[in-house]
């Protein structure tokens, strides 16, 4: 094989044109690595539909490190996660937190997708939406049917009106042994 040493000095390889550089097996270690460019760039595993062929960026070693993914881009794409065949698993081993300037959008496309917002806290609030930075501030829920089921007590305060408004049916309230019908 060909061994490079410069002990203590640099080695630079400096040219206008392209380096190109092709092997099996490839490891590069460093105390710092630096790979920048000016135009754009990639770094990809061509898996040919093979199994197991992961790209792994990873931090490891505890200690107070960090994952820094960061883009200086305007565009609506300026960070873009694509799972385009699989699925996308986000997973902390404390908070998530998650904050934008402007709006945040969960959708799913599909007939049958679902989203769950799913909490296992025992006591206390367990699920919070705070949505009142001004007594004009709405949540606005849309639905085809509205399906609400409370293990404990069930609390609606209301600092001013409350309507309950049904178009085509009779409003019911029942207590477990009472029913009261508002036709």
Do not use: C, P, Q, Y
């Given at each position: 094989g060909?061994?490079?040493?410069g002990?203590a000095?640099?080695?630079?390889?400096?040219?206008s044109?392209?380096?190109d550089?092709n092997?099996?097996?490839?490891?590069l270690d460093?105390?710092?690595?630096s790979i920048?460019?000016?135009?754009?760039?990639?770094l990809t595993?061509?898996?040919?539909?093979?199994?197991?062929k992961?790209?792994?960026?990873?931090?490891t070693?505890?200690g107070?490190s960090?994952?820094?993914?960061?883009?200086?881009?305007?565009?609506?794409?300026?960070v873009?996660?694509?799972?385009t065949?699989?699925s996308l698993?986000l997973?902390a081993?404390d908070?998530?937190?998650?904050?934008a300037a402007d709006d945040?959008?969960l959708?799913?496309?599909s007939?049958d997708g679902?989203?769950s917002?799913v909490?296992?806290?025992?006591?206390?609030?367990a699920?919070h939406?705070d949505?009142?930075a001004n007594?004009g501030?709405?949540?606005?829920i849309?639905?085809?049917?509205?399906?609400?089921d409370?293990t404990?007590?069930?609390?609606i305060?209301?600092?001013?009106?409350?309507?309950l408004?049904?178009?085509s049916a009779?409003?019911?309230?029942?207590?477990?042994t009472?029913?009261?019908a508002?036709?």
């Amino acid at each position: 094989g060909v061994n490079i040493a410069g002990n203590a000095a640099e080695i630079d390889i400096t040219t206008s044109g392209a380096v190109d550089i092709n092997s099996g097996a490839f490891t590069l270690d460093g105390s710092t690595v630096s790979i920048d460019g000016t135009d754009a760039t990639n770094l990809t595993v061509t898996t040919g539909g093979s199994d197991a062929k992961d790209l792994t960026l990873a931090v490891t070693g505890g200690g107070d490190s960090s994952l820094l993914l960061s883009s200086d881009g305007t565009g609506s794409d300026a960070v873009s996660i694509s799972a385009t065949a699989g699925s996308l698993d986000l997973n902390a081993g404390d908070n998530v937190t998650i904050d934008a300037a402007d709006d945040i959008t969960l959708t799913t496309t599909s007939g049958d997708g679902l989203i769950s917002l799913v909490s296992a806290h025992t006591a206390g609030v367990a699920f919070h939406i705070d949505a009142d930075a001004n007594a004009g501030s709405i949540v606005d829920i849309d639905a085809g049917i509205l399906d609400i089921d409370v293990t404990g007590a069930a609390t609606i305060d209301s600092g001013s009106t409350m309507t309950l408004t049904t178009s085509s049916a009779a409003l019911t309230l029942t207590d477990g042994t009472a029913t009261l019908a508002i036709n």
